[in-house]
């Protein structure tokens, strides 16, 4: 399926004139039909995923317990 640069932007949450950049710049593969650029929204499933993964990960890392420190000692 093909999506617009608008379409796009709405898609991957980014800013529509970041992405027109990043199109320019081939940095996203996409298809001039004489009016209009459009991206194969199948590239982006990739870098989805992985960005899930990341913010599993992430989330993990924050939901760990802080190790009690052996060091303190009660001054009390």
Same mark, same amino acid.
């Given at each position: 399926m093909y999506l617009t640069i608008?379409?796009?932007a709405e898609?991957?949450?980014l800013p529509e004139e970041?992405?027109?950049?990043l199109v320019l710049k081939n940095?996203?593969?996409a298809?001039?039909?004489g009016h209009?650029? !459009?991206i194969n929204?199948?590239?982006?499933?990739?870098? !989805?995923?992985? !960005?899930e993964k990341y913010k599993e990960m992430i989330q993990?890392? !924050?939901?760990?317990p802080i190790p009690e420190d052996v060091d303190v000692k009660d001054e009390d």
């Amino acid at each position: 399926m093909y999506l617009t640069i608008k379409e796009t932007a709405e898609f991957t949450s980014l800013p529509e004139e970041y992405v027109q950049n990043l199109v320019l710049k081939n940095k996203i593969r996409a298809v001039h039909d004489g009016h209009q650029y !459009l991206i194969n929204k199948e590239q982006f499933h990739t870098h !989805l995923e992985q !960005l899930e993964k990341y913010k599993e990960m992430i989330q993990e890392i !924050l939901n760990e317990p802080i190790p009690e420190d052996v060091d303190v000692k009660d001054e009390d």
